[in-house]
DNA sequence: CTGAAAGCGCTAACAC
DNA sequence: GTGTTAGCGCTTTCAG
């Protein structure tokens, strides 16, 4: 004897051989409907106990893996959120992908992760592909996203938030700041601060401007508007920001304080600084973005903008998972703000 | 009038509202069988480019999305490649996912990012939530997954690629190299160049563990069993390496020279080093592993180990949708090797 | 080149 | 508590 039992002989109709077992072996090995292994796996509080532990051992001895695309296509709930970001690369984005997937995870999500590029080329054909996957929710990243999409997404019927921006308009649903006033609070500090002499150095992406704009403004209101700028494309890496201080340095003018359009670009930034001898911050003082790497108390002699970004990837995925589960919420819009961490180095 | 034509009445069963509209819909306003809009869409050679224009202009005119879960079932192909990598905040991975999902996406395949945490804890349960979509495909990390794991994925039936390690024997197929012998090239680079007194500071991960073995081993073979050493929990961050050179600063041996487990941990060395004013390359010179920002002529004074991040990636959708095909691999590993770059800093 | 019939594996809705 | 029936939206297969 090899075994007391055995699968049942398969009824396949198609010549594809599917080799996996069904919900529908497992019913008949436990003696039960399909329906009630259905239960036991999905609603386990309406199973029998003894109904339950007889299933589950079958499922168990079988190696039974659900078949989430029937169970999505019969009940139009594929327990799958997807989320479009630019690029995972610059880091700035990471710990918001984390978080969202972590707290999916915990309610029986996945998340699905759509790279759009800057710019957001890709991001329309993303989401005729994202969307015939039937997602049960969408994360967007920024606010600009073309008419098209706008129509589809809205289409879709589904709860869609957008993050890491600002607007009293989303498609649906919001968490995120104002990177405009971001650009005004830093200028406003290193203003109060004493500088004078200002330097930009930024990615050309959407958000990056908003804070150039901001920055710029407000330096203009204060009587300046000579600001040493350099804007690098999108996105933001080591190599861009010390080739972007190269070029800042071997300019006539040597501001006084340069603000960083991303942490990334501020080490990057710094490491020319110092490869060239100039004292970081005595002679020149940096202000990032974004609050990476600057957790540890061994951090570089940056100063930066802190974002909470696991927090922005939470609560995104919180709207929509309450949403989801059908609760109106009290805010549709979020601001998350943002934080000037001064190590007093500016 | 507000239109010539309107979708026709739905004749739903069910009374969750499914507001999207199906093939079939589209079918009867081109006025022809759901089977010739399928054939539209996924041959459409085997259309009349006459027919072919009427359905694509009925598609167009009411947004129609394919249901993939629907697609998925009935044909059992998803179109749909699992990847697991242990974390992409620390960049390694980066360019190997966007390097699989730009593949994929060429191929009409879309990528499902599973994130398994170091240690690789959640593997079993990530598995499972990823097989009951049915990828098409799986590409693992490492080459150290659990009995229960290697079974399951036997079990699946679908082509396996472990990525970024190298063993004879794997799951089914192969692409990546040796950490061992990535260990043992650097420790003979650095003998021949006359360093004799030596550093390692890596992360407790698998791999750097396997290129920390190759080092201590390849230097006691020369005689030198005396390595300063500090391991640092997984994953690497600028501010550990910082840490962890700190930590060996203050120890009383100085080595000439410190193989980094990753350019992360490099970089965060370097700044150590630089804010106690000590020279880089030379009081202590660098190496670090796998050509993260090593690309530019303004990089650092920091040698490493290069490493096709890219290819990896690339090779393993290669495989994957070779194997799809039903094409039989010439080799079902592949070794992408690795190069040590020595910026003249060593 | 096009269509009709029969499911893919699962769950909603309603019986019992 | 559990079973029955009838699909979900698509593709396979086979017939024309």
Known sequence: MRKSKSLPKRRRASSRATASVTLGDVAQLAGVSPMTVSRALNRP????????ERVHRVIERTGY?????????????????AAIVPSITNGIFVETVQALTDR??????????GLSGYPATREDALLSAVLSRRPDGVCLTGINHSPETRKRLLAARIPIVETWDLTPTPIDMLVGFSHEKVGEAVARHLLDKGHRRFGLISADDERASARRRGFVAELARAGLTDVETVVVPAPSTLALGRQAMGTMLDRRARPQVVFCGSDTLAHG???????????VPGAIALM??????????????????DVDRSAIGRLAAEVILARISGQSLSDKVIDVGFRIVDRGTT
């Open 45 to 52: 509080e309406l199973v029998t106990p003894d109904t339950l």
């Open 65 to 81: 893996v659900p078949n989430l695309l029937a169970g999505g296509l019969a009940s139009s709930r594929s327990r799958l959120v």
């Open 104 to 113: 999916l995870w915990q309610a029986g999500y996945q998340l699905m992760l």
């Open 269 to 279: 930034v710094l490491e020319e600084a110092r490869s060239r001898h100039i004292d």
């Open 288 to 305: 990032g973005f974004g609050g990476l790497e600057f957790t540890h108390h061994t951090s570089p002699p940056l100063s930066t903008v």
